[in-house]
């Protein structure tokens, strides 16, 4: 290994009357068998910073090289506590990586130097090999325009593709762009914040992206949607914020979009727009949009415990034959309608027979279904704001809505706040409803106060025998829910009686007594 540095060390030019604009050459690391090391060293005013056909690492470096080429990766690098300034196309070729990590810093020119990709105009940064970017929660890595008044699409952002290209990020932050990141390949993003990008804050395209994960994200003030997923599928996203963006999260064509514990709210548009895709949204608060909270032309799936409230127009909307989501254990309110119906689709709220949705709240808005005049929304089981002995309002229904039977009382009452406020102790909620029957099932909730909680939710007969596992695996700090159907592991139904819930997380437990009638 080759070391270079130690106390502070500077490279550039030696200022005289006869030197030339670019008067030396810069760093070239060719030696393969060597492992060079830079330390806090300043390079700039070279023809080419750094160049490297042998793996490197920079530690504590600054790569100043304004108006000319900052650094070329023909092999693997490592970049630690560096601030680089590139104004010119970067490329991660096929078989290389680019590793960041600490409190290193991109900073970006909006104006493209050397032409060498696609863009004449604004610098890319193309990785067609291996990215892996190790921020810190303190100090995540920054990728960022250096204008002196930055502004949306100073330059192209991430881009990853390529047949062997990937992408790992955590603790990463992404700004100006014209998107934030654009994968074409598989990509792992958690723990990051893009923003101020000129159209999509996350862009993830066709099936070289399936299987995706995006976790603990946050994605705001964006030109045309937070994230947008194209032509692909398995996606998931989780513990992630779309906020103040024209469109929180835009799907089209995505065979399997799994939306988990987030939020969209407070875009100009839609919470989430899903055209011609599969879409499951568990647990997510969608709130104060512009337009609809979730539409979904010609879009399925379903919609469980999520709360869809104060949207400028429909709270869900679903449009086309093909739109069939169910919908389960949500509060829909304070929309203009709850549930839209439109061109044939044919949403189910509730079906008892079916044993398929049911058990939402859908009330405090001046329509709570608008249906068709030609076939039957089914709405069963749900509560529509009615206290005991009353009856729906007919008037809040428009077409053909099957609301009866309903509820008399408020299944999702733990939707009444805030979801995403971190609970701060451990607790069991009673189950709902109690007593519950076996075709409806019971909805469980419970909340976890600590990060990496080893978790156990367990249902046992009154003789202290393990009837069900329904949960037993690691999870993050945040509220849960889970159904049980009143069935063993193995399937078989259980007897009618008392039995109980035991809920185990670090070695901490909390019961429920629950009673199942026939």
């Not at 590793?99 to 067609?128: C, H, M, R, W």
């Not at 127009?313 to 304070?334: D, F, H, M, W």
Request: aromatic share 10%.
């Amino acid at each position: 290994m080759g070391e270079l540095g130690g106390g502070q060390v500077t490279f550039e030019s030696y200022p005289s009357s006869g030197a030339a604009s670019r008067d030396w050459v810069g760093i070239r690391f060719e030696e393969t068998s060597l492992h060079s090391v830079l330390k806090n060293t300043r390079i700039k005013d070279a023809e080419l910073a750094i160049e490297n056909y042998a793996p490197i690492q920079l530690y504590g470096c600054t790569v100043d090289n304004t108006n000319r080429r900052s650094i070329a990766l023909h092999a693997n690098a490592i970049v630690n506590n560096s601030t680089i300034y590139i104004t010119c196309d970067t490329k991660i070729e096929a078989g290389d990586t680019l590793g960041l990590a600490g409190d290193s810093k991109i900073y970006v020119s909006p104006v493209d130097s050397f032409n060498t990709l696609y863009d004449p105009q604004k610098v890319e940064f193309l990785s067609n090999g291996r990215l892996v970017v190790n921020g810190q929660s303190n100090h995540p890595v920054q990728f960022t325009s250096y204008s002196s008044s930055p502004s949306a699409g100073d330059w192209r952002g991430l881009e990853i593709s390529g047949s062997s290209a990937s992408a790992q990020l955590a603790y990463c932050n992404l700004s100006f762009g014209y998107h934030g990141i654009k994968a074409t390949r598989p990509i792992q993003l958690s723990h990051s914040t893009i923003s101020d990008c000129q159209v999509y804050g996350i862009y993830l395209q066709n099936s070289g992206v399936n299987g995706a994960h995006v976790s603990y994200c946050t994605s705001g003030d964006n030109g045309c949607a937070g994230m947008m997923v194209s032509m692909c599928s398995n996606v998931t996203v989780d513990h992630s914020e779309f906020d103040e963006n024209y469109y929180g999260i835009d799907v089209d064509g995505v065979s399997a979009l799994y939306v988990k514990h987030s939020n969209m709210k407070n875009n100009a548009g839609d919470g989430l727009e899903a055209i011609n895709s599969a879409c499951y949204v568990d647990t997510c608060i969608v709130e104060s949009n512009g337009q609809q909270g979730i539409y979904m032309p010609y879009s399925w799936g379903w919609i469980q415990g999520t709360k869809i409230w104060k949207n400028d127009a429909n709270g869900l909307y679903c449009y086309g034959s093909s739109s069939t989501p169910r919908v389960a254990q949500s509060k829909i309110e304070q929309n203009e309608v709850g549930v839209h119906v439109a061109a044939g689709a044919c949403p189910v709220l509730g079906d008892e027979d079916l044993d398929c949705g049911q058990y939402n709240s859908i009330y405090d808005q001046p329509t709570f279904v608008y249906g068709s005049p030609y076939y039957t929304i089914m709405a069963e089981n749900c509560w529509w704001g009615t206290q005991q002995g009353e009856s729906p309002n007919p008037l809040k229904f428009k077409g053909l809505v099957d609301y009866s039977p309903f509820l008399q009382q408020d299944p999702v009452l733990y939707l009444a706040q805030n979801m995403r406020a971190e609970p701060t102790m451990l607790s069991l909620s009673q189950n709902y409803p109690n007593p519950f029957v076996r075709a409806g099932g019971t909805t469980i909730s419970y909340s976890i106060p600590s990060s990496h909680s080893a978790v156990a939710l367990t249902i046992y007969d009154v003789a202290g025998r393990k009837v069900r596992t329904l949960v037993g695996n690691i999870q993050g700090r945040g509220r849960y829910s889970v159904n049980w159907d009143g069935r063993t592991d193995f399937g078989a139904k259980v007897a009618a009686g008392v039995y109980f819930c035991r809920l185990t997380v670090n070695g901490t437990s909390r019961s429920k007594k629950l009673l199942l009638v026939r």
